[in-house]
């Protein structure tokens, strides 16, 4: 997509700070860098990232769409989550089963009674069911230019995408968060990022 010159070179600068630090620093800085959000414009932004994620989620019209629990001033997209349900669109949470295992889907619907897990993340109470999403949405601490994913370090959502190859995936994320890291060996590309000011599809290879 195209992007306003002044906005380029802001992030050009801003990527090329951000290659010298270690990923546990960039982590750090990009997580500080969204929690200082302004409250309205945070809002505003999450609104431009809501009718994005709407328009592409009703046109692909997957069968079973898993969304997240937002947390740690992540896009907050929970009445977006609502209105895809309303129109029809099934969804799934994620659940955290071990540490280095993928992530188990669930069923969930609005309004359905939660409780929080040992990560302080309110998940569903009824969670012995198991469901395979065909698209994945993955909350982004941090992305590059070739929609590689930066997350907070445990590996879930690399490890559930392996294991759902033929699921479509969605990064959500701020302008803010793009960063120029180096992608670990067993890290996946996503179909698309989505950020308040465009929708970024997987660079295709040449």
């Excluded at 929690?35 to 945070?42: R, T």
């Excluded at 997240?68 to 977006?80: A, R």
């Excluded at 659940?95 to 929080?116: C, D």
């Excluded at 445990?154 to 180096?182: C, M, N, Q, V, W």
Aim: with cysteine; net charge neutral.
């Amino acid at each position: 997509m195209t992007q306003p010159p002044n906005l380029v070179k802001e992030e050009k600068n801003q990527s090329a700070a951000d290659t010298i630090l270690g990923k546990s620093d960039l982590r750090r800085q990009l997580r500080l860098r969204r929690a200082a959000i302004e409250g309205q414009q945070k809002q505003a932004w999450d609104q431009a990232i809501a009718a994005q994620l709407i328009e592409i989620v009703l046109k692909k019209q997957p069968s079973c769409l898993a969304v997240y629990w937002p947390i740690q001033s992540e896009p907050m997209l929970l009445d977006c989550f609502s209105n895809l349900h309303r129109l029809g669109i099934s969804l799934a949470l994620p659940i955290v089963i071990a540490k280095g295992q993928a992530l188990k889907f669930v069923p969930w619907a609005p309004g359905q009674i939660m409780e929080k897990d040992s990560f302080g993340i309110p998940t569903p109470v009824a969670r012995e069911l198991e469901v395979a999403p065909d698209c994945i949405l993955a909350p982004c601490v941090g992305f590059s230019t070739d929609n590689y994913r930066l997350g907070y370090g445990g590996g879930f959502y690399d490890r559930s995408l392996a294991l759902h190859p033929k699921a479509s995936s969605i990064g959500i994320a701020y302008e803010l968060s793009r960063a120029a890291f180096t992608p670990d060996q067993y890290d996946i590309s996503l179909d698309f990022i989505v950020t308040e000011v465009g929708t970024y599809e997987q660079p295709k290879l040449s």
